[in-house]
């Protein structure tokens, strides 16, 4: 099916460690992000990727780096992760000519 | 400081019940308004509002937008079990080419039967 797929659906870290989480979609949409969501925060914006070859940093990107691979491709990288970072990872992409955002289903990371 | 205020954050209403769930907003460059819906997983898209005062509706769902008070309401009629999830308001900001989401704490509701 067509859409955005995250890839793991879930991750236990220990401190310290380092993981990139994929994220890649086929709707040839131009721009790509990443969230996170804690409990009572909503979703918050780490990084996008407006188009190819180009990011930028969202709310909360301390600890995070983040690669556009290619117009499909949006990677994650956490590369010392903290308990502060345990939370719900989504990727979202959308084509330029709308606003309408398509989500993926999500990354839980855990970090000990 | 760009903010998008929800409330209520949480509300438990019985089956067939309507509700009204508040979304404000102070953000800089306002493109539009969009409504989630969040059970288990991704938000999944309910409306999306860039004019003041034309309702969407979808079945038992509605939404309208004030731009001059900056707010924005969902109505949920005759209430369903599976109704039950968080609702998500984000606002859309900046340029077309490199427009982000701006999110709310989201709305928890539990629908019991």
């Known amino acids: 099916n067509a859409g955005v797929t995250q890839t793991p659906k879930f991750q236990v870290l220990k401190t310290g460690q380092s993981m990139t989480l994929q994220c890649a979609q086929d709707?040839?949409?131009?721009?790509m992000y990443w969230y996170r969501q804690d409990p009572g925060m909503g979703l918050r914006l780490i990084y996008y990727?407006?188009?190819?070859?180009?990011?930028d940093k969202g709310e909360v990107p301390n600890g995070y780096n983040v690669s556009r691979l290619n117009k499909r491709e949006f990677s994650l990288r956490l590369e010392s992760a903290a308990p502060s970072q345990t939370s719900v990872y989504f990727c979202?992409?959308?084509?330029?000519?709308?606003?309408?955002?398509?989500f993926g289903s999500g990354t839980r990371l855990t970090v000990v | 400081e760009d903010k998008v205020v929800q409330s209520p954050l949480s509300l438990v209403v019985h089956e067939g019940d309507t509700v009204t769930l508040n979304c404000s907003y102070e953000v800089t460059n306002f493109r539009s308004l969009l409504w989630y819906k969040q059970e288990k997983k991704a938000p999944t898209f309910l409306f999306m509002l860039t004019s003041s005062g034309i309702e969407k509706k979808s079945g038992r769902l509605s939404s309208i937008l004030d731009k001059k008070e900056l707010f924005s309401i969902l109505n949920i009629t005759a209430t369903q079990t599976g109704d039950s999830a968080i609702y998500l308001c984000?606002?859309?900001?900046?340029?077309?080419?490199?427009?982000?989401?701006?999110f709310g704490e989201g709305t928890q509701l539990t629908v019991n039967p």
């Open positions: 979202a992409s959308r084509q330029w000519s709308s606003y309408g955002y398509t």
């Open positions: 984000a606002v859309v900001k900046g340029e077309t080419s490199g427009s982000r989401l701006t």
């Open positions: 709707m040839n949409h131009n721009s």
């Open positions: 990727s407006a188009s190819e070859g180009t990011t």
